[in-house]
């Protein structure tokens, strides 16, 4: 074998030992397998909802309880979805919490006092500060039984 045809077989084969090490490399994504999967949470639930409890929980109008992130309040009496609010709890300025403030009729920041309407629309921005809110997701709800859940979407 001559020197320039040692050389281009060498370079071939360092070709091929790249080429297969980067295709195995890459043929693994990294959202494949189930460590990868969403955390379903306690019992196997859906994370994508929140739950709570009409037995013990918003009996009265203007009542509020949050849970898994969600802002329930009740507005009206009777226990359809149409009696319920549910939004975000954490605000979108910079993460204060959301209160429901039925005399107002309005969802308040307590950080910066940003006020929201009961369709997520702003109704105020933030005070004495700077940066803007935007409106707050308002989720869907249902009823079964006892239980108010939210879809987070
Ligand atoms: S955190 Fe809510 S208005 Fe600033």
């Known amino acids: 074998m001559e020197r320039d045809e040692f050389i281009k077989s060498l370079g071939l084969g360092l070709a091929l030992v790249c080429t297969g090490s980067c295709l195995s490399g890459c043929g693994k994504s990294s959202n494949d397998g189930p460590e990868d999967k969403p955390d379903p949470g306690p019992g196997g639930g859906n994370t994508n909802t929140a739950t709570i409890d009409l037995s013990t929980d918003l009996k009265a109008i203007g009542d509020q309880a949050k849970a898994n992130g969600v802002l329930f309040f009740r507005i009206a009496a009777g226990n359809t979805a149409a009696s319920f609010v549910a939004t975000e709890s954490i605000c979108p300025h910079q993460g204060g919490n959301l209160v429901w403030k039925q ?51």
Request: glycine share 10%; proline share 2%.
């Open 103 to 153: 005399a107002d009729n309005r969802i308040q920041c307590q950080l910066h006092f940003s006020e929201y309407a009961t369709n997520g629309s702003v109704l105020q921005g933030p005070q004495g500060t700077t940066g803007n809110t935007r409106t707050l997701k308002i989720y869907s709800t249902s009823i079964s039984g006892t239980k108010l859940t939210a879809t987070i979407a």
